[in-house]
């Protein structure tokens, strides 16, 4: 709750480096309102799949899982790099509906075969990454993250590999779940 509005974790991001009024939520908007007495007004319902909670032990790190973001003339070799660096995740941030290069598909689709989780984001603000529209995510074994930012989409992967959750329909179901 910042500014009387209170937004959903989901869907809230800083917007702004300096501004005051830096927070918001793009897809969704505020969830609710605290007026001048102090009441709380909700406007939405959470709706959807029941949240899951994900825990680690004490001592337990959180796996690696990269972010890298696309871009025009993308070649594989950061993915490479990733997979050389023992990555269990790669969250790609590509461009528009979380689209890359063919090099860069071809070098994601090696991961998947070599057991790392790929997830599909966008670096685009706001908006839905879609499965298999332009890419064919069942194919390649492709996670997409719905509405989530790059940032997110780690911390859920991070999460998600951490608890044991790895095949890609789990993982989808996953991304899909309101919280």
Not at 154 to 170: E, F, K, S, Y
């Amino acid at each position: 709750m910042l500014d009387d509005k209170i937004e959903g974790a989901r869907s809230v991001t800083k917007t702004n480096t300096t501004s005051i009024e830096t927070f918001g939520s793009t897809n969704a908007g505020p969830i609710g309102y605290v007026d001048a007495a102090g009441g709380i007004r909700f406007m939405a319902q959470a709706s959807g799949p029941k949240r899951t909670t994900y825990e680690l032990s004490a001592n337990e790190q959180l796996p690696r899982v990269e972010i890298i973001y696309s871009h025009a003339n993308m070649d594989a070799v950061q993915i490479e790099d990733a997979i050389s660096h023992d990555a269990k995740g790669i969250v790609l941030a590509g461009v528009g509906d979380g689209n890359t290069s063919k090099q860069a598909l071809d070098a994601l689709t090696q991961a998947v075969k070599k057991g790392i989780v790929v997830v599909r984001s966008s670096r685009v603000r706001s908006g839905f990454v879609t499965r298999n529209v332009e890419v064919d995510d069942d194919k390649n074994g492709f996670v997409v993250s719905e509405d989530l930012s790059p940032q997110k989409a780690r911390i859920l992967t991070q999460l998600l590999i951490a608890n044991g959750v790895t095949a890609p329909d789990q993982l989808q179901k996953a991304f899909a779940a309101t919280w």
